[in-house]
Protein backbone atom coordinates (compact mmCIF):
# COMPACT_ATOMS: atom_id res chain seq x y z
CA UNK A 1 0.00 0.00 0.00
CA UNK A 2 2.84 2.59 0.87
CA UNK A 3 4.72 1.53 -2.34
CA UNK A 4 1.89 2.14 -4.50
CA UNK A 5 1.22 5.46 -2.67
CA UNK A 6 4.64 6.41 -3.17
CA UNK A 7 4.23 5.40 -6.57
CA UNK A 8 1.36 7.35 -7.20
CA UNK A 9 3.14 10.53 -5.84
CA UNK A 10 5.58 10.39 -8.52
CA UNK A 11 3.45 10.10 -11.10
CA UNK A 12 1.04 12.33 -9.48
CA UNK A 13 4.02 14.84 -9.98
CA UNK A 14 4.89 13.99 -13.43
CA UNK A 15 1.01 14.55 -14.16
CA UNK A 16 1.46 18.10 -12.38
CA UNK A 17 4.50 18.92 -14.45
CA UNK A 18 2.59 17.19 -17.77
CA UNK A 19 -0.23 20.01 -16.88
CA UNK A 20 1.54 23.11 -16.11
CA UNK A 21 3.81 22.65 -19.02
CA UNK A 22 0.85 22.35 -21.70
CA UNK A 23 -0.16 26.08 -20.13
CA UNK A 24 -3.02 24.63 -17.74
CA UNK A 25 -4.44 26.56 -14.97
CA UNK A 26 -2.69 26.30 -11.83
CA UNK A 27 -6.05 26.13 -10.70
CA UNK A 28 -6.93 23.18 -12.37
CA UNK A 29 -3.16 21.14 -12.91
CA UNK A 30 -3.01 21.36 -9.18
CA UNK A 31 -6.50 19.40 -7.83
CA UNK A 32 -5.84 17.03 -10.27
CA UNK A 33 -2.88 16.23 -9.87
CA UNK A 34 -3.86 15.58 -6.38
CA UNK A 35 -6.50 13.76 -6.90
CA UNK A 36 -4.97 11.54 -8.76
CA UNK A 37 -2.69 10.80 -6.02
CA UNK A 38 -5.40 10.25 -3.37
CA UNK A 39 -7.20 8.08 -5.61
CA UNK A 40 -4.26 5.72 -6.06
CA UNK A 41 -3.13 6.65 -2.23
CA UNK A 42 -6.50 4.91 -1.08
CA UNK A 43 -7.71 7.98 0.53
CA UNK A 44 -10.79 10.35 1.25
CA UNK A 45 -11.07 12.71 -1.52
CA UNK A 46 -13.44 15.08 0.17
CA UNK A 47 -11.98 15.09 3.39
CA UNK A 48 -8.67 14.86 2.31
CA UNK A 49 -9.31 18.12 -0.57
CA UNK A 50 -10.93 19.88 2.17
CA UNK A 51 -8.00 18.94 4.65
CA UNK A 52 -4.53 19.20 4.07
CA UNK A 53 -4.83 20.45 0.50
CA UNK A 54 -7.57 23.40 1.85
CA UNK A 55 -5.13 23.83 4.95
CA UNK A 56 -1.89 24.10 3.24
CA UNK A 57 -3.48 26.25 0.19
CA UNK A 58 -4.78 28.72 3.33
CA UNK A 59 -1.96 28.69 4.97
CA UNK A 60 0.01 29.77 1.87
CA UNK A 61 -2.40 32.61 0.95
CA UNK A 62 -2.03 33.99 4.75
CA UNK A 63 1.76 33.79 4.99
CA UNK A 64 2.38 35.46 1.59
CA UNK A 65 -0.76 37.06 0.13
CA UNK A 66 0.22 40.80 0.90
CA UNK A 67 3.58 39.94 0.16
CA UNK A 68 2.60 38.78 -3.41
CA UNK A 69 0.20 41.27 -4.12
CA UNK A 70 2.57 44.81 -2.11
CA UNK A 71 5.34 43.02 -4.38
CA UNK A 72 3.58 43.31 -7.51
CA UNK A 73 1.97 46.86 -6.96
CA UNK A 74 5.85 48.14 -6.03
CA UNK A 75 6.97 46.86 -9.21
CA UNK A 76 4.20 48.29 -11.32
CA UNK A 77 4.88 52.05 -9.90
CA UNK A 78 8.43 51.68 -10.34
CA UNK A 79 7.41 50.91 -14.21
CA UNK A 80 4.58 53.23 -14.04
CA UNK A 81 6.92 56.21 -12.37
CA UNK A 82 9.77 56.12 -14.81
CA UNK A 83 12.15 54.64 -12.24
CA UNK A 84 12.88 51.21 -13.59
CA UNK A 85 13.20 53.00 -17.16
CA UNK A 86 15.66 55.64 -15.33
CA UNK A 87 17.26 52.42 -14.03
CA UNK A 88 17.16 50.75 -17.63
CA UNK A 89 18.13 53.42 -19.22
CA UNK A 90 21.63 54.24 -16.86
CA UNK A 91 22.29 50.64 -16.96
CA UNK A 92 22.18 50.67 -21.01
CA UNK A 93 24.67 53.34 -20.93
CA UNK A 94 27.14 51.57 -18.34
CA UNK A 95 26.97 48.49 -20.77
CA UNK A 96 27.58 50.87 -23.91
CA UNK A 97 30.46 51.78 -22.30
CA UNK A 98 32.00 48.31 -21.68
CA UNK A 99 34.58 47.63 -24.94
CA UNK A 100 33.09 43.73 -25.57
CA UNK A 101 31.82 42.15 -28.55
CA UNK A 102 29.11 40.53 -27.04
CA UNK A 103 27.11 43.60 -25.38
CA UNK A 104 23.71 41.06 -24.99
CA UNK A 105 25.67 38.27 -22.96
CA UNK A 106 27.48 40.75 -21.07
CA UNK A 107 23.98 42.94 -20.12
CA UNK A 108 22.97 39.60 -18.53
CA UNK A 109 26.18 39.01 -17.02
CA UNK A 110 25.42 42.49 -14.92
CA UNK A 111 22.22 41.76 -14.57
CA UNK A 112 23.20 38.71 -12.98
CA UNK A 113 25.44 40.49 -10.63
CA UNK A 114 22.73 42.88 -9.47
CA UNK A 115 20.11 39.64 -8.60
CA UNK A 116 23.24 37.98 -6.51
CA UNK A 117 23.77 41.16 -4.86
CA UNK A 118 19.93 41.48 -3.54
CA UNK A 119 20.15 37.79 -2.71
CA UNK A 120 22.89 37.91 -0.79
CA UNK A 121 21.45 40.97 1.19
CA UNK A 122 18.75 38.77 2.25
CA UNK A 123 16.23 40.12 -0.14
CA UNK A 124 13.42 37.55 -0.63
CA UNK A 125 13.02 35.55 -4.00
CA UNK A 126 9.23 37.18 -4.05
CA UNK A 127 10.66 40.58 -3.36
CA UNK A 128 13.83 40.55 -6.20
CA UNK A 129 11.21 39.64 -9.09
CA UNK A 130 8.95 42.62 -8.43
CA UNK A 131 11.84 44.94 -8.29
CA UNK A 132 13.75 42.86 -10.59
CA UNK A 133 11.15 42.30 -13.54
CA UNK A 134 10.75 46.45 -14.45
CA UNK A 135 14.39 46.71 -14.77
CA UNK A 136 15.55 43.62 -16.71
CA UNK A 137 12.25 43.98 -19.71
CA UNK A 138 14.08 47.54 -20.26
CA UNK A 139 17.20 46.01 -20.96
CA UNK A 140 16.23 42.94 -22.77
CA UNK A 141 14.14 44.83 -25.43
CA UNK A 142 16.71 47.23 -25.70
CA UNK A 143 19.30 45.05 -26.86
CA UNK A 144 16.99 42.94 -28.06
CA UNK A 145 17.33 39.77 -26.07
CA UNK A 146 15.08 36.59 -26.00
CA UNK A 147 12.92 37.56 -23.15
CA UNK A 148 13.00 33.96 -21.63
CA UNK A 149 16.36 34.05 -21.13
CA UNK A 150 15.58 36.60 -17.92
CA UNK A 151 14.76 33.41 -15.98
CA UNK A 152 18.62 32.29 -16.73
CA UNK A 153 19.81 35.52 -15.29
CA UNK A 154 17.31 35.32 -12.34
CA UNK A 155 18.06 31.79 -11.72
CA UNK A 156 21.52 32.16 -12.34
CA UNK A 157 21.48 35.19 -9.60
CA UNK A 158 20.35 32.93 -7.06
CA UNK A 159 22.22 30.25 -7.30
CA UNK A 160 25.44 30.60 -5.04
CA UNK A 161 24.16 33.29 -2.85
CA UNK A 162 21.11 31.71 -1.08
CA UNK A 163 22.91 28.66 0.36
CA UNK A 164 26.66 28.19 -0.37
CA UNK A 165 28.19 31.55 0.01
CA UNK A 166 28.94 32.00 3.77
CA UNK A 167 26.96 34.36 5.73
CA UNK A 168 23.87 35.02 3.74
CA UNK A 169 20.65 36.08 5.78
CA UNK A 170 18.93 33.29 3.39
CA UNK A 171 16.52 30.91 5.08
CA UNK A 172 18.17 27.91 3.45
CA UNK A 173 21.07 29.08 5.27
CA UNK A 174 19.18 30.06 8.69
CA UNK A 175 17.48 26.49 9.04
CA UNK A 176 20.71 23.95 9.60
CA UNK A 177 21.42 26.24 12.36
CA UNK A 178 18.32 25.05 14.63
CA UNK A 179 19.58 21.20 14.10
CA UNK A 180 23.37 21.38 14.34
CA UNK A 181 24.53 24.64 16.75
CA UNK A 182 26.33 26.16 13.73
CA UNK A 183 26.48 29.78 12.25
CA UNK A 184 25.42 30.99 9.15
CA UNK A 185 29.19 31.01 8.15
CA UNK A 186 29.53 27.38 8.24
CA UNK A 187 32.45 25.60 6.51
CA UNK A 188 33.06 28.95 4.40
CA UNK A 189 35.73 27.53 2.06
CA UNK A 190 33.59 24.58 1.31
CA UNK A 191 30.90 26.54 0.12
CA UNK A 192 33.07 29.34 -1.63
CA UNK A 193 35.18 26.68 -3.35
CA UNK A 194 31.36 24.80 -4.65
CA UNK A 195 30.24 28.18 -5.68
CA UNK A 196 33.29 29.97 -7.59
CA UNK A 197 35.13 27.05 -8.73
CA UNK A 198 31.63 24.87 -10.45
CA UNK A 199 28.63 26.57 -10.29
CA UNK A 200 29.40 29.88 -11.52
CA UNK A 201 31.62 28.95 -14.33
CA UNK A 202 29.43 26.64 -15.56
CA UNK A 203 26.13 28.89 -15.38
CA UNK A 204 27.93 31.23 -17.10
CA UNK A 205 28.60 28.89 -19.54
CA UNK A 206 24.89 27.88 -19.97
CA UNK A 207 23.95 31.47 -20.25
CA UNK A 208 26.19 31.79 -23.01
CA UNK A 209 25.87 29.02 -25.07
CA UNK A 210 22.07 29.92 -24.53
CA UNK A 211 21.97 33.06 -25.59
CA UNK A 212 24.05 32.17 -28.81
CA UNK A 213 22.02 29.19 -29.68
CA UNK A 214 19.21 32.20 -29.78
CA UNK A 215 21.08 34.48 -31.77
CA UNK A 216 22.21 31.87 -34.58
CA UNK A 217 18.29 31.23 -35.21
CA UNK A 218 17.45 35.25 -35.21
CA UNK A 219 15.37 35.25 -32.42
CA UNK A 220 15.07 38.69 -30.24
CA UNK A 221 12.95 39.98 -27.65
CA UNK A 222 9.23 39.97 -28.98
CA UNK A 223 9.12 36.43 -29.38
CA UNK A 224 8.68 35.24 -25.80
CA UNK A 225 8.56 38.66 -25.05
CA UNK A 226 5.60 39.69 -26.37
CA UNK A 227 3.31 40.16 -23.24
CA UNK A 228 5.45 41.44 -21.19
CA UNK A 229 6.15 44.16 -23.91
CA UNK A 230 2.16 45.18 -23.22
CA UNK A 231 3.38 45.78 -19.78
CA UNK A 232 6.25 48.37 -21.16
CA UNK A 233 3.27 50.10 -23.50
CA UNK A 234 0.88 50.50 -20.76
CA UNK A 235 4.08 52.31 -18.33
CA UNK A 236 5.16 54.52 -21.13
CA UNK A 237 1.32 55.39 -21.75
CA UNK A 238 1.10 56.39 -18.32
CA UNK A 239 4.45 57.91 -17.49
CA UNK A 240 6.95 59.58 -19.44
CA UNK A 241 9.66 58.65 -22.07
CA UNK A 242 12.09 61.32 -20.91
CA UNK A 243 15.00 59.91 -18.58
CA UNK A 244 15.40 60.83 -14.97
CA UNK A 245 18.24 60.71 -12.54
CA UNK A 246 19.63 57.58 -11.79
CA UNK A 247 20.25 58.65 -8.05
CA UNK A 248 16.73 59.90 -7.89
CA UNK A 249 15.30 56.36 -9.53
CA UNK A 250 17.47 54.12 -7.04
CA UNK A 251 15.78 56.12 -3.82
CA UNK A 252 12.73 53.70 -3.81
CA UNK A 253 14.51 50.18 -4.04
CA UNK A 254 17.39 51.24 -1.49
CA UNK A 255 14.36 52.42 0.79
CA UNK A 256 13.26 48.41 0.59
CA UNK A 257 16.76 47.40 0.64
CA UNK A 258 16.96 48.98 4.39
CA UNK A 259 14.14 48.65 5.68
CA UNK A 260 14.11 45.08 4.95
CA UNK A 261 17.87 44.59 6.05
CA UNK A 262 18.68 46.82 8.51
CA UNK A 263 15.43 48.22 10.38
CA UNK A 264 14.15 44.50 9.87
CA UNK A 265 10.79 45.81 8.94
CA UNK A 266 7.97 43.53 7.75
CA UNK A 267 8.04 42.85 4.39
CA UNK A 268 4.39 43.54 3.20
CA UNK A 269 4.97 47.55 4.71
CA UNK A 270 8.27 47.65 3.29
CA UNK A 271 6.89 47.18 -0.13
CA UNK A 272 3.82 49.93 0.95
CA UNK A 273 6.70 52.14 1.82
CA UNK A 274 9.03 51.85 -1.04
CA UNK A 275 6.21 52.43 -3.10
CA UNK A 276 5.10 55.65 -1.67
CA UNK A 277 8.25 56.63 -1.94
CA UNK A 278 8.12 56.33 -6.03
CA UNK A 279 4.88 57.91 -6.07
CA UNK A 280 6.24 60.84 -3.92
CA UNK A 281 9.31 61.41 -5.81
CA UNK A 282 7.44 61.11 -8.91
CA UNK A 283 3.98 62.84 -7.69
CA UNK A 284 3.79 64.23 -11.69
CA UNK A 285 4.23 61.35 -13.48
CA UNK A 286 1.99 58.85 -12.41
CA UNK A 287 -1.58 60.41 -13.67
CA UNK A 288 -3.97 57.86 -12.07
CA UNK A 289 -2.06 55.97 -9.28
CA UNK A 290 -5.41 54.34 -8.36
CA UNK A 291 -5.69 52.34 -11.37
CA UNK A 292 -2.34 50.79 -11.40
CA UNK A 293 -2.43 49.86 -7.93
CA UNK A 294 -5.96 48.11 -8.33
CA UNK A 295 -4.87 46.45 -11.83
CA UNK A 296 -1.20 45.23 -10.13
CA UNK A 297 -2.94 44.17 -6.50
CA UNK A 298 -5.50 41.93 -8.99
CA UNK A 299 -2.78 40.42 -10.67
CA UNK A 300 -0.44 39.55 -7.52
CA UNK A 301 -3.55 38.43 -5.71
CA UNK A 302 -4.03 35.75 -9.51
CA UNK A 303 -0.34 34.75 -8.84
CA UNK A 304 -0.88 34.43 -5.36
CA UNK A 305 -3.76 31.97 -5.69
CA UNK A 306 -1.98 29.75 -8.17
CA UNK A 307 0.81 29.38 -6.43
CA UNK A 308 -1.03 28.45 -3.44
CA UNK A 309 -3.07 26.04 -5.01
CA UNK A 310 0.45 24.25 -6.25
CA UNK A 311 1.38 24.57 -1.88
CA UNK A 312 -2.38 22.71 -1.50
CA UNK A 313 -0.68 19.76 -3.60
CA UNK A 314 2.09 19.49 -1.32
CA UNK A 315 0.05 19.00 1.58
CA UNK A 316 -1.64 16.37 -0.01
CA UNK A 317 1.57 14.52 -1.24
CA UNK A 318 2.93 15.10 2.68
CA UNK A 319 -0.36 13.59 3.85
CA UNK A 320 -0.33 10.22 1.96
CA UNK A 321 1.11 6.56 3.26
CA UNK A 322 3.73 6.92 0.40
CA UNK A 323 5.66 9.77 1.45
CA UNK A 324 5.41 8.16 5.09
CA UNK A 325 7.39 5.37 3.30
CA UNK A 326 10.16 7.57 2.13
CA UNK A 327 10.62 9.97 5.06
CA UNK A 328 11.19 6.69 7.26
CA UNK A 329 13.37 5.45 3.83
CA UNK A 330 15.70 8.04 4.03
CA UNK A 331 18.66 6.56 5.55
CA UNK A 332 18.70 3.06 3.51
CA UNK A 333 19.93 5.14 0.17
CA UNK A 334 22.90 3.34 -0.84
CA UNK A 335 25.95 5.26 -0.84
CA UNK A 336 28.89 6.50 1.70
CA UNK A 337 26.79 8.78 4.03
CA UNK A 338 27.34 12.15 3.07
CA UNK A 339 26.18 11.12 -0.65
CA UNK A 340 22.87 9.70 1.19
CA UNK A 341 22.20 13.31 2.68
CA UNK A 342 22.93 15.04 -0.67
CA UNK A 343 20.03 12.13 -2.08
CA UNK A 344 17.82 12.38 0.69
CA UNK A 345 17.69 16.35 0.77
CA UNK A 346 16.94 16.52 -2.55
CA UNK A 347 14.58 13.76 -2.90
CA UNK A 348 12.51 15.23 0.21
CA UNK A 349 12.74 18.72 -1.29
CA UNK A 350 11.60 17.49 -4.78
CA UNK A 351 8.80 15.96 -4.04
CA UNK A 352 7.33 18.78 -1.35
CA UNK A 353 8.77 21.48 -4.10
CA UNK A 354 11.00 23.36 -1.13
CA UNK A 355 14.14 23.68 -0.15
CA UNK A 356 13.43 24.35 3.35
CA UNK A 357 11.19 20.98 3.46
CA UNK A 358 13.58 19.00 1.62
CA UNK A 359 16.44 20.96 4.93
CA UNK A 360 13.91 20.16 7.77
CA UNK A 361 13.32 16.78 7.47
CA UNK A 362 16.16 15.60 6.22
CA UNK A 363 18.00 16.96 9.41
CA UNK A 364 15.00 16.45 11.58
CA UNK A 365 15.36 12.46 10.53
CA UNK A 366 19.04 11.80 10.87
CA UNK A 367 20.98 14.72 11.45
CA UNK A 368 21.81 14.06 15.30
CA UNK A 369 23.16 10.53 13.27
CA UNK A 370 25.30 12.19 11.11
CA UNK A 371 26.82 13.98 13.66
CA UNK A 372 27.51 10.77 16.23
CA UNK A 373 29.22 9.44 13.05
CA UNK A 374 32.54 12.32 13.34
CA UNK A 375 31.21 14.03 10.52
CA UNK A 376 31.85 18.27 11.18
CA UNK A 377 27.95 19.93 12.06
CA UNK A 378 29.68 23.14 9.67
CA UNK A 379 30.28 20.39 6.94
CA UNK A 380 26.32 19.20 7.34
CA UNK A 381 25.51 22.43 7.46
CA UNK A 382 26.56 23.00 4.07
CA UNK A 383 25.84 20.14 2.21
CA UNK A 384 22.48 20.22 3.39
CA UNK A 385 21.69 24.07 2.33
CA UNK A 386 23.19 23.30 -1.02
CA UNK A 387 21.69 20.29 -1.36
CA UNK A 388 18.14 21.94 -0.78
CA UNK A 389 19.02 24.52 -3.92
CA UNK A 390 18.84 20.91 -5.93
CA UNK A 391 15.52 19.21 -7.16
CA UNK A 392 13.14 21.72 -5.25
CA UNK A 393 12.72 24.18 -8.24
CA UNK A 394 10.48 21.38 -9.98
CA UNK A 395 7.90 23.30 -11.92
CA UNK A 396 5.98 23.06 -8.57
CA UNK A 397 8.11 24.94 -6.63
CA UNK A 398 5.96 28.16 -5.26
CA UNK A 399 8.84 30.27 -6.57
CA UNK A 400 8.94 28.82 -9.69
CA UNK A 401 5.65 29.91 -10.50
CA UNK A 402 5.80 33.14 -9.01
CA UNK A 403 8.54 33.74 -11.26
CA UNK A 404 6.72 32.38 -14.73
CA UNK A 405 3.38 34.26 -13.27
CA UNK A 406 4.90 37.83 -13.03
CA UNK A 407 7.34 37.78 -15.85
CA UNK A 408 4.72 36.44 -17.87
CA UNK A 409 6.54 33.68 -19.18
CA UNK A 410 5.15 29.60 -20.21
CA UNK A 411 6.60 26.77 -18.98
CA UNK A 412 6.90 25.65 -22.38
CA UNK A 413 9.14 28.38 -23.39
CA UNK A 414 11.16 29.45 -20.08
CA UNK A 415 11.40 26.38 -17.73
CA UNK A 416 14.33 24.82 -19.32
CA UNK A 417 16.59 27.35 -17.77
CA UNK A 418 15.23 27.06 -14.57
CA UNK A 419 15.84 23.22 -14.60
CA UNK A 420 19.52 23.09 -15.72
CA UNK A 421 20.73 26.38 -13.60
CA UNK A 422 18.34 26.30 -10.29
CA UNK A 423 17.64 22.48 -10.51
CA UNK A 424 20.72 20.27 -12.15
CA UNK A 425 23.63 22.67 -11.48
CA UNK A 426 23.00 22.82 -7.58
CA UNK A 427 22.11 18.97 -7.54
CA UNK A 428 26.17 18.15 -8.81
CA UNK A 429 26.71 20.72 -6.73
CA UNK A 430 26.18 18.97 -3.59
CA UNK A 431 27.96 15.90 -4.91
CA UNK A 432 30.91 18.49 -5.87
CA UNK A 433 31.30 19.74 -2.47
CA UNK A 434 31.31 16.21 -1.06
CA UNK A 435 34.52 15.80 -3.47
CA UNK A 436 36.03 19.16 -2.00
CA UNK A 437 35.28 17.94 1.93
CA UNK A 438 37.00 14.51 1.03
CA UNK A 439 39.95 16.94 -0.16
CA UNK A 440 40.19 18.77 2.94
CA UNK A 441 38.32 21.90 2.04
CA UNK A 442 35.92 23.26 5.24
Excluded at 25 to 35: D, G, K, R, T, Y
Excluded at 56 to 85: D, P, R, W
Excluded at 253 to 264: A, E, I, Q, T
Amino acid sequence: MELISLISVIIGLIVLVYLVCKDTSLLIAAPVASIFVLIFSRMNLVESIMGPYCTSLGNFITKNLLIIMTGSIFGSMMGETGAAQDIAHSMTGMIDKIKVKNKKFCAMMILTAVFMVLNYGGISGYVIVFTMVPICKRIFKEYDIPWHLYLAVHSFGSLVTQAMLPGTPAVQNLIPMEYLGTTPSAAPMLGTATALVFCVPVAALYCYFALRQTMKKGEGFMVTGSRINETILEEDANGSEEHGSFIKAIIAPVVVLVLLNVVKLNASFTLVIGTLTALVLYFNKVKKPMDGISKSATSGAKIAIGIASIVGFGGIVAATPGYTMLIGGLQSIPGSPLIQLVLAVNAVAAITGSASGGESIALETFGQHYVNMGFPPEVLHRLTAISSLGLDSLPHNGSVVNQMEYARLTYANGYKHIFWIACIIPFLAGFVAVGFYSMGII
